[in-house]
């Protein structure tokens, strides 16, 4: 498992510092208001990417494990350009989306998520190698395609940061599906449908299953992205443009959580045993705090000049605070992560669910409240306090229902002897 978790880690590390130095070129290449304008866009995908994640995400990963390939594929991927439509329809008219951009996000969001399926697939197919590839190209390969397009071709502006997330994820969905197209059409993998499930039940199954994670993941997505849109209702598309390079930077450190949680829904979706799958959660947890909270008092540790005279400009001025100011809460949801994976892979995804839309409405209500007095830091700071929620909320749960004390969270002698024993086991092997 270790051997997994450190390789997903690394590849997924690898994509983190790619982005973060195109976080740096961007600001220089597009400036403040159009670093906004691309964090309004990033965040109007990712909330529709987690609507399409009712029969995607974590769902194939689950279904994978008891149902054919065959069987499940298709649902996902016509629910794909369903749920695009959806998404797209409903924040057109609530707004949110930025005007003009209606066709492109609709595009690229079928695209991303996509290639997400595909990862997906790979993950539960324990296919390792293919999920952290398929990552690594959606995720760094935009990094290349934007260097050629400011400084080749000399297109420094909005639709070329456009046209490299098309060209990112129709390369990245080519690959996953080269590497996916065996598991579909090897022999097992027959289009019959077992006897005990017709297309009608396992289409009512993963939609009652994946309408939790749905509600889960764009709760939480919401909860980390809807700051965005007060932002640009209050202060202007501007402070956007500091709130997303700042908010970037510290959830670099989520990278660290999310490959372990990768890993621990896989390992937790694969077994019933309940004293197993709490255990694997204790030791998960207390590697996820540590990791996340050494990174982030590495990245606090940067002085502002840094980041006005070097990194970016002195338009954005003032980020430092808004990195510290996100600085718990980045901890926190990291932390809800690993008991959130617990809860979905455990077949208790309403407990999930309910931390995410707690979080959403802690943001609301400290948003409406702090976002019109203080600007961009009232908007961050109530980011971190809804992610405490979240955590708080998540960690009552666990503990009343698995009868974990405080003490199973703090690393032990045999933490240490097992991440011993996993390393020595690799060096040995290799």
Not at 290 to 301: D, E, K, P, Y
Not at 400 to 418: A, E, I, V
Request: hydrophobic fraction near 50%.
């Amino acid at each position: 498992m270790l051997k997994d978790i450190l390789a997903t880690i690394g590849s997924r590390y690898l994509i983190a510092f790619l982005n973060l130095i195109l976080i740096f070129i961007n600001a220089k290449a597009l400036g403040l208001e159009g670093m906004g304008l691309m964090g309004l866009m990033g965040a109007s995908i990712n909330i529709i990417v987690m609507v399409n994640g009712i029969f995607g995400g974590s769902t194939i990963v689950y279904f994978i494990n008891k149902y054919t390939i065959r069987m499940i594929l298709p649902i996902v991927y016509i629910w794909i350009f369903i749920g695009t439509g959806i998404g797209c329809g409903a924040m057109y008219l609530l707004k949110l989306l930025p005007d003009g951009y209606l066709a492109d996000i609709y595009l690229i969001t079928i695209l991303y998520s996509f290639v997400i399926a595909n990862s997906r697939f790979l993950l539960g197919k324990d296919h390792i190698k293919g999920f952290n590839l398929t990552n690594m190209l959606q995720g760094g390969l935009l990094f290349f395609i934007l260097l050629y397009f400011y400084y080749v071709t000399g297109r420094k502006d909005v639709s070329a940061y456009i046209d490299g997330l098309y060209l990112t994820n129709a390369i990245a969905l080519s690959a996953s599906l080269l590497i996916l197209i065996p598991y579909v059409v090897k022999k097992g993998a027959g289009p019959n449908l077992p006897p005990q499930k017709k297309w009608p039940s396992l289409l009512r199954e993963m939609f009652v299953y994946g309408l939790w994670g749905s509600a889960d993941n764009v709760a939480e997505t919401c909860t980390a992205r809807l700051n965005y849109f007060l932002v640009q209702r209050f202060a202007g598309l501007g402070s956007v443009g500091l709130v997303d390079a700042g908010t970037k930077i510290a959830e670099s450190v989520w990278n660290i959580s999310r490959s372990i949680a990768y890993i621990e829904y896989n390992r937790i979706a694969k077994t019933n045993d309940a004293t197993e799958q709490t255990n694997i959660t204790h030791q998960l947890f207390k590697l996820a705090f540590l990791a996340i909270t050494f990174v982030m008092l590495c990245i606090l540790l940067v002085p502002e000049w840094i980041y006005t005279d070097y990194l970016f400009s002195e338009e954005f001025k003032g980020i430092r605070k808004v990195i510290a100011a996100l600085s718990l809460g980045i901890i926190a949801l990291g932390c809800n992560t690993i008991l959130s994976h617990y809860f979905i892979g455990s077949g208790k995804i309403k407990y999930s669910t309910a931390s995410s839309c707690i979080g959403l409405l802690t943001l609301l209500m400290a948003g409406y409240w702090l976002i019109p007095r203080y600007g961009v830091i009232g908007s961050v700071i109530s980011t971190s306090i809804a992610f405490t929620a979240m955590l708080l909320f998540s960690l009552t749960i666990f503990i009343k229902q698995t009868g974990s004390s405080f003490r199973h969270f703090l690393p032990n002698r045999t933490d240490w002897k097992y991440i011993r024993t996993c390393i020595l086991t690799r060096k040995s092997v290799h």
